[in-house]
């Protein structure tokens, strides 16, 4: 398997050349040159592989589809390691609730959470982290190299990464986080790592702050070489990548209930997922290209509605720092969509120009391109069967009360944007899988609004906030965090 930029760059690689890598050369994104399409006998094989050997098992056989430069018993341990019981909390790895149960005519409507935050820092995010920090570990002592990751986080992802990359051979992690203004929780989570490969930087600032450090430090070719600096964000091919195998355990739990209670006509499930970079989502529209019977994905967004435009109108109009709002799903808070470029590569039938001119020259020079007059626009839902709706923090809150009152639940805003979204797409006789991105104890001010209580705490988070912190608080200097990368390093 070979990969290639949405922007037309197609030198070939393969899948450990752009591991390590953010953007193609060109500034486009890589992508397989075509997604492995499964036969119906491949998909009840993997079915099969599934129930009897488990998650680590049907992600082997996925990622082995587009991983052809790793020994798949390199592979296969990798996956193992990842994907285990006692650090995901159940057997599925990513199991199903049942949330509703209707009748509705014919068929019954039956609505799910697929369960993505069981993970050491409580959000989906762990799902893909957890593969790469062991893939980056494998990678890099193949090679011989050392890597320092250099972020900014406003909350799940810093986590994530650091959780994944703790203790880790030839990794570094710089993470900076505006001081002060991540959840109590959040910041109890990061700042409690001992680890000595673990550096936690709080900004006096705000996020934009330490993004933009990030970005300074990156344009600074001969110190991101010398220092050899890395990013894990999520238009990393190998996080989407992982993100794809939790699509066919959604199906194939779901499914099996459908086998038992014997639905006529099935045809395939839907998914919802709140959304903020694309990068969930997108995950699903590859696992819809490789023949999984999904009958439409849809895009949550909270307040920060470019992508509910875009499917909407066929507009896709980026917001400034201005209208970028700050709200209670914080995690989908975005002003564009990093990923949304590879879906759009893919609507105008893997035309790299289109993409290139749409993202390199219409979005920098006037702000937004318009797609409603393409021909191709209308695929989008008919051909890819994508969907949107979006969710305000008044629809948060009700959703929360109703799903506690009626299922006795407790879910969390990103969660609830989701269910909330979900709603008017169900059909008759298509379980709808409403993706559960983070638990309601990262965002417990919401939670205590909606439910006047405390959400319920995972046991082996009790008293995380009462314990020793690593962190140091440093100005919103760039010059001030690369002096902390050379005398960490030396
Ligand atoms: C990151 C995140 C999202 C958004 O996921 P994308 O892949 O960026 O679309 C949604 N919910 C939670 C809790 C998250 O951490």
């Known amino acids: 398997m070979h990969y290639l930029s949405t922007r037309g760059d197609a030198t070939p690689r393969k899948f450990c050349d752009i591991l390590l890598e953010g953007l193609a050369p060109d500034g486009g994104l890589y992508l397989p040159v075509a997604y492995p399409v499964l036969s119906g006998d491949d998909l009840a094989r993997l079915r099969k592989v599934y129930a009897e050997q488990g998650y680590a098992a ?6 082995s589809l587009y991983i052809d430069d790793i020994p798949a018993a390199d592979l296969k341990a990798l996956c193992e390691k990842t994907y285990t019981p006692a650090v995901f909390g159940t057997r599925e790895i990513t199991p199903l609730k049942k949330l509703q149960d ?12 697929q369960a993505l935050s069981n993970g050491p820092t409580l959000a989906f995010k762990d799902m893909a982290m957890q593969l790469l920090g062991n893939l980056f570990e494998y990678e890099l002592q193949r090679r011989g190299e050392q890597l320092n990751i250099l972020g900014a986080t406003s909350g799940d992802t810093g986590s994530a990464a650091e959780y994944a990359m703790r203790g880790k051979q030839g990794i570094r992690v710089f993470m900076l986080s505006p001081h002060g203004r991540m959840s109590a929780f959040q910041q109890a989570q990061m700042f409690s790592l001992q680890d000595a490969n673990i550096h936690n930087i709080a900004i006096e600032g705000v996020f934009d702050d330490c993004q933009d450090i990030v970005k300074a430090v990156s344009n600074d070719l001969a110190f991101k070489r010398q220092y050899k600096i890395g990013t894990v964000n999520s238009i990393n091919w190998a996080r989407l990548l992982a993100q794809v195998v939790y699509y066919f355990a959604g199906y194939f739990q779901a499914s099996e209930t459908i086998a038992k209670e014997r639905w006529e006509g099935f045809s395939g499930v839907s ?8 990068g969930n989502i997108c995950a699903g529209h590859v696992a819809r290209e490789m023949g999984l019977p999904i009958e439409r994905l849809i895009v949550a967004t909270n307040e920060n509605d470019v992508l509910d435009e875009f499917f909407r109108t066929g507009i896709y109009r980026v917001r400034g720092a201005a209208d970028t709002h700050e709200t209670s799903s914080p995690s989908m808070d ?4 990093s990923n949304f470029e590879r879906f759009i590569f893919n609507l105008l039938g893997d035309d790299a120009e289109l993409t290139r001119t749409l993202f390199a020259e219409m979005l920098p020079q006037q702000g937004f391109f318009d797609l409603s007059q393409h021909p191709r626009f209308k695929e989008a839902r008919a051909r890819f069967g994508f969907y949107s709706g979006k969710s305000t923090h008044a629809d948060r809150l009700a959703t929360i ?8 639940i407790t879910i969390d805003p990103h969660t609830a944007d989701g269910v909330k979204v979900a709603r008017p797409y169900i059909q008759p006789g298509v379980p709808m899988i409403v993706l559960e991105t983070a638990l309601p104890i990262k965002f417990a001010a919401t939670i205590r609004e909606a439910l006047g209580r405390e959400p319920e705490r995972p046991l082996q988070f009790d008293g995380i906030e009462d314990l020793p912190r690593r962190v140091q608080v440093m100005p919103a200097d760039t010059a001030a965090v690369k002096q902390l990368i050379v005398e960490t390093c030396a």
Request: hydrophobic share 40%; net charge negative; aromatic share 14%.
């Open 401 to 408: 009360r109703e799903v506690h009152e009626k299922y006795g």
């Open 102 to 113: 209707a009748s509705t005519g014919a068929a019954p409507t039956e609505m799910y959470l």
């Open 271 to 278: 998914f919802t997922v709140p959304s903020g970079n694309f």
């Open 334 to 337: 975005i002003s564009k969509a």
């Open 58 to 63: 049907l992600a082997f056989e996925i990622l």
